[in-house]
């Protein structure tokens, strides 16, 4: 250690160690911001915030970034193009390989990857709405770039796919791994990367069902969800808030914005919902109730485990494709509820999914509880994913497709 000589008033020399800023100073500020951007959201992590974690000023971040945005982009491409690397890596000089080979070295990276970043993985999936246009889109770049690295070898050892089935089936694998940003269920990491593996290997060997035709997706994505009639004023807000979150995310919506698009002057609004915050836990609740009557109804006409699975998921499907909007704003918007609604919310969330376990490990006797958490997980997140994909087409044959990639995740093949 590198040590000062200083003069004490009596004359003495005293020693002191001297700090010196680390030479990877950047990197770590871009990983903190990340994991705090990913756990808490862009608006609620301030630039003093991830300094004091650091142990630095918020002056000492400014020479690194000039302002929370350059932060944000930094931390989020930092974190896309990690994924990219680990791809172009793992396929390096596998040109001459086979097709199964690439694709297994492929698969086994990017898990391996996804697992070593898990806090980081919400950070694009929840918060890309953040980014600028030009940014955005190099990021999403960098997906597309990773999905096709899967889809190529896929399509030689199954050459019966369409181009449309393989990035289908590509991007399904990189939900599946990205799914364990979205909650905190521990496993080993040698478990998990096997879990994880496996159930990517089931959804490359699905043969899906017939993709809408071509040109027919547009015309019935538009008449989805019509013919919905709101009699309450209550209702009619809680409908608004969705769309509105949805579009602008939480921060960037005002009580104004909402009552005017319900037809409902601000100061009216507040005598259904004291507040924003309360408004948007309503969204949530809501949600939850609906939720819990389509889970009793697939439950109660299944005759053993396995029905019950996929009747479960086509339930869920037909849900969350009727209102697309509450799945991603209760994502990427539960953090900025105050933390006992959040704590209740996560407690019917986990009950709901606790569901799904028990008739997951009732089917798959080979796995723990934990393992099947994971896999539910998965299969859930798949519907957000890949009904973005697909702009949640609410046509049969697309959610027939969704529905067999969770069935796969969830009962193996």
């Known amino acids: ?20 800023r680390p030479k990877d100073r950047k990197a770590q500020i871009a990983t903190v911001a990340a994991e705090a951007f990913s756990e808490r959201g862009y608006h609620a992590v301030g630039v003093d915030d991830i300094a004091a974690t650091i142990g630095i000023s918020g002056p000492a971040l400014y020479r690194h970034y000039p302002n929370k945005y350059a932060l944000f982009v930094h931390a989020a491409t930092t974190t896309a193009d990690a ?24 698969i086994s990276a990017l898990v391996t990857n996804t697992i070593e970043h898990r806090k980081l993985g919400g950070l694009y999936r929840w918060e890309g709405r953040y980014l600028q246009a030009d940014d955005r889109i190099r990021i999403r770049n960098v997906f597309v770039h990773v999905t096709q690295c899967v889809a190529a070898p896929l399509r030689e050892l199954r050459p019966e796919l369409s181009a449309v089935d393989a990035t289908t089936q590509g991007a399904a ?17 040698r478990r998990l990367h096997a879990l994880l593996t496996s159930a990517c290997e089931s959804i490359l060997r699905t043969t899906l069902p017939p993709a809408v035709p071509t040109g027919e997706v547009s015309a019935r994505v538009e008449g989805a969800g ?11 807000l809680i409908n608004e808030a969705v769309h509105i979150f949805d579009r602008n995310g939480y921060h960037d919506s005002s009580i104004e914005e909402i009552g005017a698009a319900a037809g409902i002057n601000a100061s009216s609004v507040y005598r259904h919902f004291p507040s924003k915050a309360d408004l948007l836990a309503a969204v949530f609740y809501r949600a939850a109730d609906r939720l819990a009557v389509a889970t009793s109804a697939a439950l109660s006409a299944a005759t053993d485990p396995r029905e019950a699975l996929c009747t479960l998921a086509e339930s869920y499907l037909e849900l969350a494709f009727r209102n697309p909007a509450v799945l991603s704003v209760y994502f990427a918007e539960i953090g900025n509820l105050p933390e006992n609604e959040r704590r209740n919310l996560r407690n019917v969330q986990r009950l709901h999914v606790e569901e799904w376990v028990h008739l997951v490990t009732a089917v798959r006797s080979e796995l723990s509880a934990a393992e099947a958490r994971f896999l539910v997980q998965a299969a859930l997140g798949l519907v957000l994913d890949i009904g973005r994909l697909i702009h949640f087409d609410t046509a049969e044959e697309s959610r027939a497709r969704l529905h067999a990639l969770m069935v796969a995740v969830l009962l193996g093949q």
């Open 173 to 189: 694998t990189l939900s599946v791994m990205a799914s364990i940003s979205a909650h905190r269920t521990a496993l080993a990491t």
């Open 1 to 20: 250690m590198t040590v000062a000589r200083t003069n004490t008033a009596a004359g003495a020399a005293t020693e002191r160690p001297i700090r010196r």
């Open 83 to 106: 994924l990219r690397t680990a791809a172009d890596d793992a396929l390096a000089g596998l040109e001459e390989a086979a097709a199964g080979e690439r694709l297994d070295r492929l």
């Open 226 to 236: 019509g013919g919905l009639t709101m009699t309450s004023k209550r209702e009619l």
